[in-house]
Each structure stands twice: as structure tokens, then as C-alpha cells.
């Protein structure tokens, strides 16, 4: 798994400065926010590399990538989290022809014979095979996950060092926010 771990750990003269005047209960929570702050935005930020990488839209990589846990005044800590759920074949931009479905996914275009797009009773919209010669059963395909395109990111430090960057704005900020808050 591609795991981004985001710690609350202070160097700066103003972090220490705002950080004297807050008492201990208040000093965690404001940086328990700005951890967690920091972690939502490193994770649009880890869907906004997935989705390019993949010919996906930012929203269908989004829920794949999970932060867990969040930070608390006690821990101090979150993790983001690319999980390998797989996302379903329609999202990358499928399209019929008469030999199958082609799908572009993971920066190619991929012919899948014999299948078809269709849309459930529910209202469901996806990519599907017939398992046999019958009209049903019918099966789903899916495509890969987003754990090796988040992997590399982590691995090139692209995700980590927007992470850093991320990190001091948003503690700066959630300290001065409960510095004058009543």
C-alpha cells in the first residue's frame, strides 16, 4: 500500500511563539486540525496525480484513497492511504464498438472483447461480460487499483514534499485560529 504519514513536529520561531501562547488541551487540537487539514488536502492532491496517470476524472480516484485514521489531540498523526480497491472499467472514459468495450486505462486504450456497457435497473452504469452462451448471468469488469500510480508518486516524493509544504501553512493557521478563540 502507498501510505503518506503526516506528524505534527514544529521547528519555526512563529509556530513556537503561537504554540507558548495556547494552553495543552487547546495546542493539541489546533494542531490536530491542521493535521487533518493538511491530510485531506494531500489526498486531493495524491487523486489529482492517480486521475492524470490513469484517464480518470479526480472524482472516480478520490474514493479510493483513504486517510485512516485521522489525527486526534492525542496522536497527532494521519495517514493517507491509496487502498486497491479497483475502480470500475466505465471510468476510464469506456466507449462500444462493435467488437467490444475500449476502455483507456492507465494511458492506453485496451480493447475488451465481446463486452458491452450497460445501464441496471438501478440506475448502475459499467462495463459487463456474459459468463456463459445465456443472456444472464452477467459480470462486472474492473480495472486496477490506485496503489502502484500512488506508489510511484510516494516513491518520487512528489506527494510527500506537497505534503510538507501543506503542513506548516495549515498548523500556522489553526494555531493563530485557537490563539483568539474564546
Known amino acids: 500500500m502507498a501510505d503518506i504519514t503526516i506528524k ?3 521547528y519555526t520561531a512563529e509556530v ?6 495556547l ?19 494531500v489526498r486531493r492532491f495524491s487523486a489529482r ?11 472516480d480516484a478520490e474514493p479510493s484513497i483513504l486517510i485512516s485514521p485521522y489525527s486526534r489531540p492525542s496522536t497527532l498523526t494521519a495517514t493517507v492511504r491509496g487502498s486497491g480497491r479497483p475502480i470500475a472499467l466505465i471510468k476510464f472514459a469506456a466507449r462500444q464498438t ?21 445501464t441496471m435497473k438501478s ?3 459499467g462495463v459487463f461480460v456474459r459468463e456463459t452462451k445465456k443472456r444472464v448471468p452477467i ?23 506537497e505534503a510538507e509544504d501543506k503542513l506548516m501553512i495549515n498548523v500556522v493557521r489553526q494555531l493563530k485560529r ?3 478563540k474564546r
Open 49 to 59: 496525480i492517480v486521475a492524470k496517470a490513469g484517464g480518470l476524472k479526480r472524482a
Open 123 to 125: 440506475g448502475h452504469r
Open 178 to 180: 485557537y490563539a483568539f
Open 139 to 161: 459480470k462486472e469488469l474492473w480495472g486496477a487499483g490506485v496503489t502502484q500510480v500512488m506508489s510511484q508518486a510516494v516513491t518520487m516524493g512528489h506527494i510527500q514534499a
Open 23 to 41: 494552553q495543552p488541551p487547546r495546542l493539541n487540537q489546533s494542531l490536530s486540525a491542521g493535521v487533518n487539514d493538511t491530510a485531506k488536502q
Open 16 to 21: 513556537k511563539a503561537l504554540m507558548r501562547a
Open 98 to 118: 462493435k467488437a467490444g468495450v475500449t476502455a483507456n486505462a492507465w494511458g492506453h486504450r485496451k480493447l475488451y472483447k465481446g463486452t458491452f456497457i450497460a
Open 8 to 10: 505534527a513536529e514544529w
